[in-house]
T-cell receptor, first 113, second 114 residues
Framework: SAVISQKPSRDICQRGTSLTIQCQVD?????MFWYRQQPGQSLTLIAT?????????ESGFVIDKFPISRPNLTFSTLTVSNMSPEDSSIYLC??????????FGQGTRLTVV | GDSVTQMEGPVTLSEEAFLTINCTYTATGYPSLFWYVQYPGEGLQLLLK?????DKGSNKGFEATYRKETTSFHLEKGSVQVSDSAVYFC?????????????FGKGTKLSVIP
């Protein structure tokens, strides 16, 4: 199993600013992902965080808007840049361990005003 | 591409009622199937999973059977409790090489009233 600590748990931000979300895992994991959950919606994959190289983004998400870092096998950050109210969502970090199971952080509830 | 279609909610049941949440999927090959639960204000927790056809996943009184012939993975519980009130997500992971990310259904909100 894996225990994921995600910070901050929630924040209220002004439009035009940026927020960096941290994801810390208690063990080394190969696969780390960032998802977005818009109000009342399902989860949508933003990108795969690759250790030591650029993240792999899904269609509709770009690096300039959602830069991701992954300096090692236990830590990643997601930045939401130049925020607008449409970015108000829950952002979740997820990891896959050696099995088929995915574990999720508690999420960061972001409100942009 | 892969997709998951999940029963629309919200669903409201009385305590001890029988629960079914339908989930069907579209994917090539033999995906792994999951049910996740999200309690109010919390992240997602794995409820149960099945990795091959005819497997039955079970946990906390919930069950789901991987039906390849109907591409379904319906969630059932014989007697729900107030504490089961949450949002339930059906998800799949593709069977292709390097497929680790999940595709989710839209979620079904369950409210159980005393």
């Amino acid at each position: 199993s894996a225990v994921i600590s995600q910070k901050p748990s929630r924040d209220i931000c002004q439009r035009g600013t940026s927020l960096t979300i941290q994801c810390q895992v208690d063990s080394q994991v190969t696969m780390m992902f960032w998802y977005r959950q818009q109000p009342g919606q399902s989860l949508t994959l933003i990108a795969t965080a690759n250790q030591g190289s650029e993240a792999t983004y899904e269609s509709g998400f770009v690096i300039d808007k959602f830069p991701i870092s992954r300096p090692n096998l236990t830590f990643s950050t997601l930045t939401v840049s130049n925020m607008s109210p449409e970015d108000s969502s829950i952002y979740l970090c997820s990891v896959v361990t050696t099995g088929t199971e995915a574990f999720f952080g508690q999420g960061t509830r972001l409100t942009v005003v | 591409g892969d997709s998951v279609t999940q029963m629309e909610g919200p669903v409201t049941l009385s305590e001890e009622a029988f629960l079914t949440i339908n989930c069907t999927y579209t994917a090539t090959g033999y995906p792994s199937l999951f049910w996740y639960v999200q309690y109010p204000g919390e992240g997602l927790q794995l409820l149960l999973k099945a990795t091959k056809a005819d497997d039955k996943g079970s946990n906390k009184g919930f069950e789901a059977t991987y039906r390849k012939e109907t591409t379904s993975f319906h969630l059932e519980k014989g007697s729900v409790q107030v504490s089961d009130s949450a949002v339930y997500f059906c998800a799949l992971r593709g069977s292709g090489a390097g497929s680790y990310q999940l595709t989710f259904g839209k979620g079904t909100k369950l409210s159980v009233i005393p």
